[in-house]
Each structure stands twice: as structure tokens, then as C-alpha cells.
């Protein structure tokens, strides 16, 4: 019982410091009585995601089914890799970050911003979109063009400002998501400097593991 | 500061058991370290606010904007009255039911079911879901033929379930919105009843102005 | 029966020279034997409605049911700001100019233009279009960055021939339609600098009324 | 000047009857100080157009070029043959009755129901809504299994009735178009009978050309 | 050069009657000068796919980057697994059933009907069309209830016939699809009973793949 | 029976170099034991096609059943013309190259880029993609500024290459569609030049015709 209302937030990299940056990111939905949430790392996991979405399925999975303890599942990779299969495999919830994020970015603006990694990011975010049925609320996606590792140092910010701009200003945005679990600790300076929300999507899906928790 | 982290949940009807239903509904988001959730009844409220959704619009603002205490607003009428001239007036995040309802099912199945009061919110609420952009993932909306009071009562459940089996079974659904702040008290013995998520949609907005508030 | 045949067209915002603009463009349907049309200022208007549209609702509703004997209604803001109500509480015809521009100009050019007031208005105008489920054939919007009182002024037209030809010449339009009830006497002029069908909507809901009225 | 404000309407099947139906409608648009209103049988058209549609597009072009005298055309079969052709060969405005029916109903109601002629007439028609791009605006279309010419009788009211009412009442249909020019005779009684706006679509064009001629 | 000219034909799943199933129905592609077309069974793929579709992504994409003597590659499983991740791992075309046979019954009828195994298969398929952008000309999708072996054998044809028959009669199709590799044995005998074009989906990926091999 | 291996290539219009660009083009699709494949040009065509669409509809009709030898028809202009009323008169396939290179093109690439002759024929085309409901996949379509005639010589293929840049780099089109039938012969040298695969609709038409005939 108590342990249904753990939450496990799964990184699907190898990279340790993409889980120690948005494990820091969820610090506030840790409260006293609330639940916990475990962040972890998926050792079978490639060090960069992006391109290696596919082999990441089924060791995810397996993680999932070891962990019934937990209360809900996130996977924070933006490309929401196994996320239907795991969804089949557990009653569950399961939250994907691409789609908590773009879900809790229509509640705060109209029309949405997406800072990505690269232009292969962007056509297969666009190709998800479309399956979840939310382009027409698209504002645009602009790449970075960085690696995973590279968008989470802090040297980053000054580009993602930049896109983040872009986004704004010539492509209509009035809200951005952060386009990669590893651009997490850009969020809250991000949102001073471009006077936008800006959801980080780990966040998003953590926040709607964390009700679903609590609701039951 | 600690006023900033305080949650006002707004019934625009005047009906009181409505606002009483819906805070026991959000009583598992009351935590210790958590932000403050109050509810209140919008005094100059229609009984049923369904065909008075317009009355309420400026009363609304003016209560958000005599409540600068707050951290973030739920207007907790199904139709989202007000909820744009609100955003407009305050920096501070305001969430609509209906809208925080739909997003929210949109992660735990594809294809939502709508169990609405009666003909006339089927036909209002369809039109607000183009609005939204977020057609293409609705199965369909049916009507309970009920009023806000009726559906709020415990002998409702037998018609809920009805409508909500014709959702899933005719209709495709897998998983189920809760059209009116008002059958709060149905969900859970519903989602019971027929294996589906069913999704309270002042449930969802609080929780997602909890979010808001927690990560600022 | 006579009084059935007239039309009343009402400006929600205060600013009698809009009223005035717009009942000059409207000077060609009135006909000898032609429905009576009747150009009304809201005395509870606001000066400008664009940010003020919620304001209008309630009095709109209550001039159009003090005036049972015209037999057709025009809202003459481009926000249709009450026009659900409205429909809901009479069962004669009730006509919104944007609706009825963009209607318009669906059967005189395949993709439209919009000249906007200002970006606000962009944003709302563009929510709105969803719900009328008419994005398809929407080339784009732009604003004029004026208010209603200067787009009215015979000054502005260089800044509409600006925009229109940007509407044109980068979006591929192939019609315009004039964003705001204000900007009616430059519709003719714009359309011969431009060479392209110029819809001002207030008389594109009127001639919309005018046929209701006369075909019963 | 006085040609300019005449309206030609084409009938492009060879039975008078059905010119005739259609020109009896037109009465009300017959007014002192407006346009001229002339309805025409197409001389080469085939009796019923249905199954013929393209046979009549280059008789219709040749038509059209032949009136100079009339200042906006109405095509008045409900396929609109050769509108393309004849608006791209002429500045002067020219109607289609399926498109201009549709539009008129959107501003008359939320989810369009249309009453065709046969199944064949049906697919037609969804492909044409869906080049109009509003396909998301129609409740449902379903066929009389009567020819034109039937159609067209008073005896066929009742069956026009049976279909109207499953478009309302199965379908979600709060406005109805005649799919057909020869059913105009019936639209009145119809809409008494079902308690709905119907629209003649001949009328909505020529009231569409109408509007164009006065207003230049 | 005479190797680029073969095509792979992968049954992902380890039933080798469903391998020789589409096989046969290969036969008329087979010419003198033309492509070789090669069909194989994915060793590692579980005996029935749908439920399995994730686990064979990695085998099917080692299969292909291990076969660099075939010049096009098809993936005959209905829920195209793993189809973008082989495109991005090699310049030659890769062809999935799925969108081959939508894209081909696009080019045949108007409106698509499919016969899928079960009501999972649907729900799948459903996002899938999404995801491809053509829900737009989807009639409707219906499930045989019955598992790739069984949907193979000749006992399945009356079922296939009944439920083909519910999709044109019912949900409008005038084209239909076989939603499984496996019921490829049922297409002439299921058009010539229906009086539709049946796509097989196997036979159309590999007429695309056949033309993409021939034409460079 | 060997008659109904037959597949004509009609090119509408009567310019005798675009007949024979096209059927150079589809040399690789003729095999040995493969259907035969004719390419007709219509006598009574136009030079240009293009401005002169309507002409042809009937003509081809009278070609089309004129040539029942054949057991598939090519309708080989970019605006297919006549394409539903030939379906409509045969119960063989008939291909329209629009359709067919645009469908092609969705199995080789998630955004279409079109290159096509001029303006109107720009706004041509988007009407028809609505009406396939392809637009969600349309990355861009650009206008040569050419005509048909102008198009096919070997020193357009600069012009080719420039718009096809700006589809791939601007647009974002991952692959291209020639939008006439007489740019067949710049294909293969396209495709070299910008890396992306290059659809020639004619080729994609008659590959469709090639495997409706062979699978009957």
C-alpha cells in the first residue's frame, strides 16, 4: 500500500547526469506525505537516446515488471520509447514526457514551442504529434542542434534562448516545451528570460504520475 | 510567499453541495508540505450554471482578481466560462475543468468518452473541443438527461454507469471524462463498475494547478 | 409583419463613428421594397471591445430581446462576442461578422486573408476559427497594430494595403477579409489596390440577415 | 450598369420543371430597387445532371461568356460543374449551390445534415466537403433514393421528411441542406415540420449573389 | 547490380504457413525479367506478432543490415514494426504493409474499410492512421476475433465475408483492406463475394517495393 | 485475356514530346513477361494542358472506352482530369498521376514537397489534396514558373534543381513529387542532386496499373 505510492521516473539513457538533472528538477513535488519518486537509470540504456529509441523497449519493459512496487511509471526520454507496450503490460499509468509535456503545455498557452535536440528529433516528434492528434495546436519545433549531454550543461543556455526566441517570435509560440529529459535544469531561467511558460516534460508526466497516485 | 502556494477552487454555481462534493473529491491532494486547497462558491452563481454559463463570466474575474493570495485558480463548471478573459487579466495560471479534464485523459487512454448532463452541453462542448484542437481523439459524448443536482446525487450512479457502457461499448472509448464538476462523488465506484480510467475534471485541473504551484 | 422585416445591427462597442463607418457601407442594401436596416450603438459598450468582449455579452442579450420587432440580428464585433447566447435565447436569426466574413469569403477565393487589429486579437480570432472548424482554408493573419478608432481613420489605409499585400504576396491569399467592423470604408479601395476580393464582414452578416429576413 | 446588377441562374439539366421550382423561390429576392434575377434552362444539359455532371462543364462556360450582361452567376446544381472553370474565366462572381448551401447553413447552425438524392450522390458530395475543408462541420448526409425529377413532386415530401428527421435526430443534425435544386419547393414545409433551419441551397447562392451585385 | 534487383519479403512472425501464404500470393509478380522476390520468416519473431510487435524490431532490422543483396525490403506484419528504424539504417526503401495497403486502397475507393484480428489490433491501427495522417478516408476498422493461424485458414472466409460485408453496408467502405499478412489467401474470393477491390497489404508493399527496384 | 494485361498511358493534352519524355521513363516497367504498356496521346488535347483541364474530360472518356483491349488506364496530367467520371464508367483501375505520385511518395518520405508549374496550378493542386485529405503531409508545394513544354527540356533541370532546394530546405520536404507529366526525364538527376527521393507521378500511375493488372 505504501508502496503504490511510489512513483519510478526512469531515465532510458545510460548518462547518470540526465537522472541527477531532473531528479533535482522534481525536488518540489517531494513532499512530507506525499509520494515518493524514485529516479533511475536504465543500465541496459545507450548513453545517447535519440538515435537508439528502439533498443531501449523491451529492457524497459523489463524494469517496469520488476518494479511493482511502484504506483506509476514515467519514461523520460522525449521519444516515449515502449510506451504503449508498457501501457498493455500493466493496469498501472504509464507517462510518456513527450506526451505529459505537449499535454500540459495546451492548459498554459494556445499554441506550442518545442526546443529540440536536432532535426531528426524534430521529424520524429512530428510524426508522434500527429499520432496523438495535437498538430493543429503546433506552434513549430526547432532544433538545437546539440547532443543530449551537450543540451544539459549549462553553457546550453545561451542556444536554447535563442530557439526559444525563435519559437516566440517568428513562429507564434506562447508556451515551450523542453524537448529532452536532459534540459531540465534550463526550465525556470528560460522562462525569466523569454517571459513564456516553459514546461519541462519529466516534470509534466511526473505531476500527472504523482495525482494519479494520490487519486487513485 | 505562502499565500502564493494556496489553491482557490471556484464553483461557479451557487448550489453548495456541488463545491462539498468536489472538495471531498480533492481531499487525497491536501498534503502536509503541500499547497493550500480552498474551495469556494461564487456567491452571484446561477443555481445551475449549465444555461447561465455567460452570467458568471465577470463575477468570476472578479473574484480572481480579489483573491491575489492565491497561486493559481480551477473554474470548476464543465464549460470553462470565463477562462480566457482570466487568463488575460492575471499572470498566474488558471485551469478550466473541461479542458484540464480531456488533457488529462489523453495520457491514460486514446480514445475519451464524455458522459455529459444533457443535449445542449453534448452540442456546446463539441464545439469547445474543435477550440481545443482535440476532436480527432474524442469517441463521443452522451447525455445523462439529468440536471447539476440530480447528477449529483448517489441514485445518478445507475445512470452514469448506463451511458458510460454505451460510451465504451458503442462508442470505442477507453477511458471516460465526468462532464459536470458535479458527479465528482461517482468516479471511482464508476471506474469500478466498468474497467475504464474515469477521469473527474476538477480533479484533474486541481492537480494540475498543484503542479503549477509547486514548480512556480 | 413589417417590423419582422427589419434588421437590426448593433455595434457592442460605444464609439458612434464605428456605427456610423459601417451603416454608410451597408447603404447599398437598402432597398425600396428591402428589409429596414437599423444601425445601433450599445450604450453599455466599451469605447473599444477588443479587450473588453466578455463585457458585452449580457447587454447584447438583453438589447436583442428588447427589441422583438426586427427579425434578424447583427453583432457587429469581429470577436462575435455573445452569439451563442444570443442563438439560445431567440429563435430568429442571429448573425457574428467574423462567422459571417469568413463564410463569405469562402465562396469568393479558396484561401483567406485576415487584416487584425493587433496580435491579441490574432490569438483569439485563431481559437475562434478552430471552433468554427475553418483553419483549412485560413492563408493567414496579420495585425495592423492599431487600435479600432485609428483603423477607422482614412490615414490607415496605407498600413492595410501594407499587411493585405504581405497576406497576398508571402501567405497566398487569394481574399481578405477585414478583421474588425471598424475598418468598412476602406474595403472597396483595398480591393482595387489590390486585385483581390475585399470582404468587410459587417456587410457580409447583414446581406446574411437580409436573406434570412426576406426568405422567412 | 443596370446589365451589371443582373443575376443569371443556370439550371444545368434541360428540365424546365426544375428551373421553374427554383425561380418560384427565388420570389422573395425579387425586390423593387434590386438586382435582376433571371433563371435559365441549359440548353445542352442532360435531363437529369447527376450522372452527367461533367457533360455540361464547357456548355456552362460557354453560357456564362455569352451573358456579359449579368453581373455574378449562379450555378444551380448541386455538384458545381465547372465552378472552377467559369470563376477562373471570368472576375465577375459566380455561385455554386453546393458550397454556397453549406456555407449559408454553418451560420444557421453547429453540424450540417444533408438530404441528397442517391448513395452516388453521397460520395460525391464528401469529396467535394472535403476539397470545401469543412468536413468537420457535417453531422451526415443520406440519400432519398429519388431521381431528380422526383424528387422535385410534392408527393416526395414525406419521404424528404423520414430522412430529415433521421439526420436530426440519429445523425446530431441542427440544420439541414437540400441536396438537390429541385427540392426547393419543399424547404418551408420542411422546416416546419422538423423544427430546424433548412436551406434551399439556390436561394443561399443567389442571396450570395445578390449581396455581391449591390455591394460592387 | 542483379542482387540490388531482389526484394525481401520478412514475415516477422515464425509461422511459416503465413510466409507461404503471402508467397503464393506473390506468384503473379513474379517475372522473367523482373525482380526477384524473396520471402523469409524472421527466426527470432514469436509465432504470432500482434501482441508481440516490439520484441521483433532489433531481428528484423539485424536481418535487414545482414541481407545488403536485396535492393528493397518489405516487413509483412500489419503493424509495420520497426519500419522507421530500418529506414534510418539504410538508403534503400523499406516498404510496411500497413501503409502500403492504405496508400494503395487511397488509389482504389474513397473510403477504407479494414478487417483486423481483434479489437487491440484496431485500437493499434487507429493511432497508426493518425500517425500517417489518413484517418480522413477511413470508413471504419472491424475486428474477426480470430488469431493470425486461424484468420489464415479457408474456414475463415465466411467471417472475413461477414465482417467485409459490415463495413460496406454499414460504415460506407467501397475499398477494403486485409488487415493481417496472413489472410492473404482470402482476397480474390472476398472481392469477387463483395464487389469491391480487396488490397492485399503484403501484394501492395511489394508492388511498391517491385516498382522502386525497377526504377531506381 | 492477354488484351486485359494492356496498360494505357493517356498524356491529355497533345504536345507529343511529353508523351514520349514519359514513356521513355517507363521503359524499366516494361518486362518481358510483364503487361504491355502504351502511351497515347489524346487528339483532341490542347498543347497546354494545364489552362485547359475541363477540355479533356470527356474526350478521355470517349479514349478510355474506345480501348477496352486494355486492362488498366493512366490518366497521365497533374490535375487529373476526368479521373472519377472514367472510374465511374469502368470497372477496371484507372490511375490519375496526381494521386498516384502523391500516394507513392507517402511510402518514401513523411513531408511532400511538390514542384510544380506555375501558381495556379499551386492552388489547383491544394484544393485537390484537400480533397484526398493529404494536406496533413504536405510539406510545400513551389511554382517553376514554367510551362509544361518549358519544363521538359533538359536546360530546365536548373530551375528543377533551385525549387527543389527550397522544398527540401526551406519546407522541409524529405521527398519531392514532380507536379507535371513533362518533367519525367529530370527524375533520376534530381534525385542525384538533392539527395532526397524524387516520385515521378507517371511512373508511380503506371507501377499501380502494373501491379492491378498482373494481380488482377
Excluded: W
Amino acid at each position: 500500500m505504501a508502496a503504490a505510492r511510489r512513483i519510478l521516473v526512469i531515465n532510458p539513457n545510460s548518462n547518470p547526469e540526465v537522472t541527477e538533472g531532473f531528479s533535482q528538477a522534481l525536488a518540489p513535488l517531494r513532499l512530507a506525505g506525499g509520494p515518493e519518486i524514485e529516479c533511475v537509470t536504465l543500465a541496459e540504456g545507450p548513453f545517447e537516446t535519440q538515435a537508439h529509441v528502439e533498443q531501449v523497449t523491451l529492457p524497459l519493459l523489463g524494469l517496469i515488471l520488476a518494479r511493482p512496487d511502484a504506483g506509476a511509471y514515467v519514461i523520460a526520454c522525449y521519444s516515449d520509447p515502449g510506451l504503449q507496450l508498457c501501457r498493455e503490460a500493466t493496469t498501472k499509468p504509464v507517462f510518456g514526457i513527450q506526451e505529459s509535456g505537449m499535454l500540459a503545455a495546451l492548459s498554459r498557452g494556445d499554441r506550442v514551442g518545442v526546443i529540440a535536440l536536432g532535426p531528426a528529433s524534430v521529424a520524429r516528434h512530428l510524426r508522434y504529434l500527429r499520432q496523438l492528434g495535437l498538430t493543429e495546436r503546433l506552434a513549430g519545433e526547432r532544433p538545437l542542434n546539440l547532443s543530449v549531454a551537450e543540451s544539459e550543461r549549462p553553457e546550453a543556455f545561451d542556444r536554447l534562448a535563442e530557439v526559444g526566441r525563435e519559437l516566440r517570435d517568428i513562429d507564434g509560440a506562447d508556451v515551450l516545451v523542453l524537448g529532452c529529459a536532459g534540459m531540465a535544469r534550463h526550465r525556470q531561467r528560460l522562462e525569466a528570460a523569454l517571459g513564456l511558460p516553459v514546461v519541462d516534460p519529466t516534470q509534466a508526466a511526473t505531476a500527472g504520475a504523482f495525482a494519479a497516485v494520490l487519486l487513485g
